[in-house]
């Protein structure tokens, strides 16, 4: 490991001046992690919709990964801010880190005025500048390039100060999630002051924070002492870019905002009783009701049914079944909004097929205290069953020796609470499971 990170070292040492890694992937990453270890299920569960299958930590280094497409080539200077010694930030400034972040906080603001591809954009910078910000050197002075021109050996390798703090602190102080919450033991209302949205004073904070980065005393000599001395700064900085993150998130797409309709999830399952439809919202407040179409041809819709909004600004969860037994059909949702508006869904396509064996079924869907899988086996075999979240969890797992033929067992459900479930057999497959 310590190999690897020297490599590291020399490599960076020949790259251009420039904030390139501010707090490097690992740090960045950490972030997110303890962002999300403080935001509600809610909360958590609308800003995933807008990573669009990113993870938390590629949303994290996002703006990294665009710096070198012309497009977003606007965004470079928007890392950072340049302060003289001396001189006095001016908060009118554009063009720079300050700016940028109150600018899409005021977007995110008005999220009915926003697209959603304008939303994950807004949430990708969000996930970047709040750590950046909390980098001193982002913040440090114009004359050495927030440290870039400054050169240094960090525990004998040679690289320079803003590298240092960016990458090098972090890897060979070990810091991780855990370590940052060891090392600063916030109280609740501590918390709640730091997570407090005030862009200017988390600037001011690191500000005051950057002469601690020199160590001139020393001819730039960065030895134990110095990262025994400046390690509880890092993990105090990526701690409070956490909390803070994770506040924004909160603020934005928690209990308390007012969310466009997200369409989380449209599928249908298919059983002996009919085709079940389920779907999931983030937030169903300016919804009236839900209308279900279906076509035979995936061309000419007909209503089927109607199900009522629950007109909650937070996460809900709807079915519908249809007898129907023919082999195929097409289905959509029209929703209708309380402004008069309607919005389409995406087309599913429910086609059944023969029942084959080493297959099964479930019911009823929904489920409350139990739910009754269906085997049609052609030889003896133990499978495990699974129930999972859909962010992955699991939340039980049982054990079930199945013979050859129809075989029927119970998953226990009890404890759960209410919501969307994936239910995952051994080898067979996974069929989503609605849990009232």
Not at 11 to 30: C, Q
Not at 128 to 144: I, T, W
Not at 269 to 284: D, I
Request: hydrophobic share 40%; glycine share 6%.
């Amino acid at each position: 490991m310590l190999r690897k990170y020297w490599i590291f070292l020399v490599l960076i040492s020949f790259l251009p001046s420039a904030y390139v890694f501010a707090w490097s992937a690992t740090g960045h990453g950490l972030v997110g992690d303890i962002a999300y270890k403080y935001l509600s299920p809610l909360a958590k569960s609308r800003v995933n919709y807008y990573l669009k299958g990113r993870t938390v930590h590629q949303a994290c280094t996002w703006m990294d990964s665009v710096k070198s497409l012309p497009a977003y080539s606007y965004l470079t200077p928007r890392h950072y801010l340049n302060i003289d010694k001396g001189a006095t930030f001016d908060s009118t400034s554009t063009n720079n880190i300050y700016f940028e972040l109150n600018r899409v906080f005021k977007e995110l603001s008005q999220l009915n005025n926003l697209n959603d591809s304008m939303i994950t954009q807004y949430v990708l910078e969000v996930f970047h500048l709040v750590g950046d910000l909390h980098q001193p050197l982002h913040c440090g002075y114009g004359s050495d390039v927030g440290g870039n021109s400054v050169r240094i050996t960090f525990l004998g390798q040679n690289t320079n100060l803003h590298s240092a703090w960016d990458y090098s602190l972090v890897q060979a102080g070990n810091v991780s999630l855990a370590s940052c919450i060891a090392a600063n033991q916030f109280t609740p209302a501590q918390i709640q002051t730091i997570q407090q949205l005030d862009v200017l004073e988390w600037m001011n904070e690191s500000r005051q924070l950057v002469d601690t980065c020199y160590y001139t005393e020393n001819n730039n000599n960065l030895d134990s002492n110095y990262l025994a001395t400046r390690l509880p700064i890092v993990q105090q900085q990526l701690l409070k870019a956490g909390l803070r993150l994770a506040s924004v998130l909160e603020l934005f797409f928690g209990a308390n905002s007012i969310l466009p309709l997200q369409l989380l999830s449209f599928d249908v399952q298919l059983s002996n009783t009919g085709n079940t439809l389920f779907w999931e919202t983030s937030s169903s407040k300016d919804v009236a009701r839900f209308i279900i179409e279906k076509s035979y041809n995936g061309t000419t819709f007909n209503t089927v049914g109607t199900v009522e909004s629950s007109l909650l600004n937070e996460l809900s969860t709807y079915h519908f079944v249809d007898s129907d037994m023919k082999n195929q059909a097409y289905y959509r949702l029209k929703m209708l909004f309380n402004n008069g508006k309607t919005m389409y869904s995406t087309v599913i396509n429910a086609k059944r097929r023969a029942v084959v064996k080493n297959s099964f079924n479930i019911s009823p869907n929904p489920a409350k205290s139990f739910l009754s899988v269906h085997f049609n086996e052609s030889d003896s075999k133990n499978v495990a069953v699974q129930l999972l979240g859909l962010d992955g969890k699991v939340y039980k797992t049982q054990q079930y020796r199945l013979n050859p033929g129809k075989v029927v067992v119970n998953f226990d459900l009890k404890g759960l609470a209410k919501g969307s479930y994936l239910l995952c057999v051994e080898g067979m497959g996974t069929k989503k499971v609605l849990v009232e």
